[in-house]
Structure formats: structure tokens, C-alpha cells
């Protein structure tokens, strides 16, 4: 298992990938969201760390996410978990309690599949999913990489949405096929790893950033800190008359949420209590990487 520290140090080193921002000269310490409730009119909410750990729903969140809505906030769920689609994680979501609609969830994986778009229709991608994952529905030709080295070799190109299945071998065997032969890897989930009850799972874009330091190709990135899912996310919201400052990223990571909000012009806040930094003095993260947040809140 990996540590939050450790993972810090990968994803400073990963840092020449990632979008550049700017950031305000200081953190202002607050207790939840309800405490910024006058100061932002949209908030784009990260899932896993802020809303859940897993399969359990961090206290309190329900209630804030309802306190919000009657006060008239736009509330978006801004989620990296690529293994379903939009719409199967608002089913998840809504089966925790949270009283959203469709349009409110917004997933990574939606912006790497239209992304798919850009290429040739006789394009047959092999996909790193799982069985439950629904690639068969997909407008695209896909082959569900597995361990037989054929579905490396019979592709145009990869497409890496959940790494739940991933396993040390069908690494290698990408990782050698890309070197071989470069062709198009686009990256469903930009995250290093996510909080679950256990501890940290790794997630896509670690394998990815591997791959990428062996090979020397970088692969396209979809999800945040990446500019394309806050578009979308920006376009799913009624903007009129809003400033981008009322707009706030709320999530559990320095250099996915914090760094891909401020990289899009929005207000950050960074939640310490449940997910990547749970029982760590975030403040010498803050200061050795640079990337400073707006808000930081012990909770949702």
C-alpha cells in the first residue's frame, strides 16, 4: 500500500505534466462549506474524499449538499471514477442519499470517450476496464485488454478507464506494446490513487504516468486537473451574470482538485478530513508544492 505522503512526492514529480496555475498568497480556514455559503454561487464537488470513502458516505454530507440547494447554489459533482459512466455514478450517488439529478454528474470518462471522436471510425481501441464497465456500449470498436497478449498487439489505439482489474502483467504488456509500437492512450481517470475504507487504491493515472516515464510518450489526459472536464462542467451550469471567483472546486487533492480548479480561474477548497490528507498536517504539503487553496475545511 502507498502512503499520502508518498503519493505527494509521485505527483511532484509528475508535476511537468500537469496544468500550471496561480494561487492566493494564503489558506482561509473554515469549518465546512456551509461557512462560504454568501461567497460562492457553484460548486463543482469532488466524490471521492468529499462526498465518499468508498462505499460510505462521509457524515454530514447529505444534509450540506441539501443547505445548499435551498439556498439556491448550483451544485455539480465533478467526479475522476471512469469505470462507469455519468450516468451510473448518479444511480450510485443517488442510492447515498444525495438528492441529485443526471445533469449534475459529471465523470472523466464521458470526456475521454468524446474525445474518441477525433479518430478515424474504423479505429479498434483496446480499453483497461472491467467486465461490469459497459464498453460493449460504447459508439467505438473495443477490445477489453486482458491477459492475452493479442488484444495489445490488434489495436489502434488504448484507452485506460478503470484500473480495478489492472494487474503487474498487463502493464508490462502495454507498456511494451507502446514501445513497440506508439499509438493513441487516452486516460479516463487522471488520479494516482483514491480513498477507499482500506486504504489507497491505485487508479489509472498512476499506471499511466509509469508508462510514461518508460516509454517517453505522454498520454492524453481527460479529467481534472485537465481543462476539458471543467468546460464541461462550466457549460452544464447557468452562468449568467456569475463571476468566476463564485465559483468554487471543492476536493480532497493539492494537485488534481486545488491545482485544476485554480488552473481554470475558479476558488478552491480543500477538504483535509476524509480523503488523501486524512490525520496529516497538510500545511508543509502546501508550502513545498506550492499550490496554495482558497478555503481549507475539515469537512464537506
Known amino acids: 500500500m502507498v502512503t499520502p505522503v508518498e503519493i505527494f512526492e509521485r505527483y511532484e514529480e509528475i508535476r511537468p505534466r500537469l496544468p500550471a496555475a496561480k494561487f492566493p498568497s494564503r489558506s482561509h480556514s473554515i469549518d465546512n462549506l456551509s461557512t462560504i455559503s454568501d461567497e460562492i454561487d457553484v460548486f463543482l464537488l469532488d466524490a471521492f474524499g468529499v462526498l465518499n470513502v468508498g462505499e460510505r ?24 471514477g471512469a469505470t462507469y459512466d455519468s450516468g451510473q455514478a448518479y444511480q450510485k450517488y443517488r442510492k447515498f442519499g444525495f438528492n441529485l439529478r443526471p445533469y449534475q454528474v459529471i465523470s472523466s470518462r464521458d470526456v475521454a470517450v468524446s474525445a474518441l471522436k477525433n479518430f478515424p471510425d474504423r479505429f479498434n481501441w483496446g480499453v483497461a476496464a472491467t467486465d461490469y464497465s459497459g464498453i460493449e456500449e460504447l459508439p467505438y470498436q473495443t477490445r477489453l485488454l486482458t491477459d492475452d497478449r493479442r488484444s495489445y498487439e490488434d489495436v489502434d489505439g488504448f484507452l485506460f478507464l478503470s484500473s480495478a482489474d489492472w494487474t503487474d502483467y498487463r502493464q508490462r504488456l502495454l507498456t511494451e506494446a507502446l514501445r ?63 463571476d468566476r471567483r463564485r465559483i468554487a472546486m ?14 481554470a480561474g475558479l476558488r478552491t477548497v480543500l477538504v483535509t478530513d476524509h480523503g488523501l490528507f486524512k490525520g496529516i498536517d497538510t500545511s508543509g504539503l502546501i508550502k513545498r508544492s506550492g499550490i496554495v487553496p482558497d478555503f481549507i475545511a475539515t469537512t464537506t
Open 57 to 80: 458516505v462521509i457524515p454530514g454530507a447529505v444534509h450540506r449538499l441539501e443547505m445548499l440547494a435551498d439556498l439556491g447554489k448550483q451544485i455539480f459533482v465533478l467526479t475522476n
Open 180 to 242: 513497440r509500437r506508439p499509438r493513441p492512450f487516452i486516460i479516463g481517470n487522471p488520479d494516482l490513487v483514491a480513498p477507499r475504507e482500506e486504504g489507497l487504491s491505485l487508479e489509472p493515472g498512476y499506471f499511466a504516468h509509469a508508462i510514461a516515464d518508460e516509454t517517453g510518450s505522454v498520454p492524453a489526459f481527460y479529467g481534472k486537473p485537465f481543462e476539458d472536464v471543467f468546460n464541461l462542467a462550466l457549460e452544464a451550469a447557468d452562468l449568467s451574470g456569475i
Open 250 to 263: 471543492v476536493g480532497d487533492t493539492l494537485h488534481t482538485d486545488i491545482l485544476g480548479g485554480a488552473a
